[in-house]
């Protein structure tokens, strides 16, 4: 069986492609650029690299050539992006399983986010024959190694429109291993999964995890919404995705983020995995 991984060289993509090669599964490994592919994944198997790019369709097909399986990492950025993964589950006939990767309170979020097209857009493709399976992780722990690790390397200051919500912060390993289990295994189909962290935490509360780890201070700045948009104006960021990150904090500020879900558990038979375990492993990233 072969798997096809799309946004392979990304936070969640890379970490599938370990998880699905650790259960000896053939991965095609797409990204827009194939030959980045292999410093990405590790290489750590039977990975083809594939070019797939949701702006060239030309590239649908031959990615999808002896795919049975299907990992989707949406296509935020692109302007007519809701209709994009309805258009390419119909093009792939030979698909047997998809994982579709989403968001926590996906159902909640403005149309700018497109999670609940792309989720409409899976479960119908159950009158395909297809089994799908929905990933709605919370907030990724590598976020703070990886967009926000510059500000707070240089400045040691984090400033997110966050208030003092909490949110079950998730480790994409764990995202991962549930979606290898979606893909290969019986069982999961037609389940949408909300996959947490083991514990809630305020992003101060993160930091506090992060600083200790890394050996200096860290300090969380809460800002307005309107200081957030100007600060992602002035990075060049585009008002559609200024207006989905508006909607994705809200949702944090609601408290929908929350909630610890024993999901990970379930389904990998391991706890999911802590900040402090990452913090640990990437200390030198923030100092
Ligand atoms: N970050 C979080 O905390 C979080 C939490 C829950 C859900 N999510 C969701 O996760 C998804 C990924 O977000 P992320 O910010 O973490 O990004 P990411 O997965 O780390 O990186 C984006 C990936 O998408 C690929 N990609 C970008 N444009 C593409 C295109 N036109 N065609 C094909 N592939 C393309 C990139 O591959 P190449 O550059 O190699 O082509 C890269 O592998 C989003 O839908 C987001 O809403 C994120």
């Known amino acids: 069986m072969t798997i096809l991984v799309i946004g392979a060289t990304g936070k969640t993509g890379r970490a599938v492609v370990d998880a699905l090669t650790a259960r000896g599964v053939k991965v095609a490994a797409a990204s827009r650029t194939p030959e980045t592919v292999e410093a990405a994944t590790h290489d750590a198997g039977p990975v083809r690299a594939v070019r797939f790019d949701w702006a060239d369709r030309a590239t649908w097909a031959p990615a999808l050539e002896g795919a049975e399986g299907l990992y989707v ?3 935020t950025a692109h302007p007519t992006g809701e209709v994009l993964v309805g258009e390419l589950l119909a093009e792939a006939a030979d698909v047997r399983r998809v994982a579709l990767l989403s968001v926590i309170g996906a159902d909640r979020l403005p149309p700018e986010v497109m999670m609940a097209d792309w989720e409409r857009d899976v479960r119908a493709a159950g009158a395909a ?3 799908w399976t929905i990933l709605r ?3 990724f722990i590598q976020n703070f190694g990886n967009a926000f690790a510059a500000p707070l390397r240089d400045k040691g200051v984090l400033e997110l429109p966050a208030a003092d919500a909490a949110l079950s ?3 994409t390993r764990d995202v991962a291993e549930v ?3 979606a893909l290969t295994e019986d069982g999961h189909a037609g389940r949408i999964y909300d996959i947490t962290g083991p514990e809630s935490l305020t ?3 993160a930091l506090k995890t992060i600083a200790a780890a890394a050996g200096r201070d860290l300090t969380y700045r809460a800002i307005s919404h309107e200081q957030a948009a100007e600060n992602l104006r002035a990075a060049g960021v585009r008002e ?7 909607g994705l904090y809200d949702l944090i500020i609601d408290g929908a983020n929350a909630a610890v879900t024993p999901v990970v558990q379930q389904v ?12 640990a492993e990437h200390a030198a990233t923030w100092r």
């Open 73 to 75: 990492v949406g296509p």
């Open 129 to 131: 024959g297809k089994e």
């Open 137 to 139: 992780p919370n907030w």
């Open 169 to 171: 912060f998730v480790d």
């Open 179 to 181: 979606a290898a289990a």
């Open 203 to 205: 992003y101060a509360e």
């Open 240 to 246: 559609r995705a200024i207006t989905w990150q508006r």
């Open 268 to 279: 990998t038979g391991h706890p999911a995995r802590n900040l402090a375990q990452y913090a």
